[in-house]
């Protein structure tokens, strides 16, 4: 009888990035980088209207406002 000293190695149930992605999804939902920007500029709009009306004036909303700049109605 012949002894062997081998073993069979179990497969991997799961890869490192497995494990990443599960250590990830803990953390619970992380707003991207679009939704910062975009949280970004509706303050950004918010705070213009606020400052425009504060002035006695309107915020410019079409191009065709945006290109009379300096001009006067």
Known sequence: ?????????????????????????????????????????RHLVVDGDRRAVDAGRQARRTLAEMTVVGQRR
């Open 1 to 41: 009888m012949q002894t062997s000293m081998t073993r069979m190695v179990p497969r991997p149930s799961a890869g490192i990035i497995d494990d990443i992605e599960r250590e990830d999804n803990k953390k619970g939902f992380e707003p991207d980088e679009l939704t910062a920007f975009h949280k970004l500029v």
